[in-house]
């Protein structure tokens, strides 16, 4: 869990959703690694909790989706039917 309270409301983190996402950034020669982990409040907002270098930042999202949108900049793969 997070001791981040949710950007829109202050909430604490009810639950996480999904797994944690974990890359490099890269500028120039210097690679910095960050993880990035989902959570979703008690009032069902979901939001983003990035560790980079020390330091931890917060951003709200509309829903799941929005997010992938964001990280993969293409729209959520439609699921095979019957699942």
């Given amino acids: ?5 949710c950007p829109l409301c202050g909430a604490r983190a009810a639950n996480t959703v999904g797994p ?3 890359g490099v950034r890269r500028t120039l020669w210097r690679r910095r690694s ?5 959570f979703r409040c008690a009032e069902g907002h979901v939001y983003a909790v990035r ?3 020390g330091s931890v930042t917060t951003e709200p999202y509309e ?9 993969t900049g293409t729209e959520r793969p439609e699921r095979p039917p019957g699942l």
């Fill in 1 to 5: 869990m997070t001791t981040e309270p």
């Fill in 20 to 22: 944690v996402y974990g």
């Fill in 34 to 38: 960050f993880e990035e982990a989902l």
């Fill in 51 to 53: 560790t980079e270098g």
């Fill in 63 to 71: 829903s799941v989706d929005e997010w992938l949108e964001r990280k």
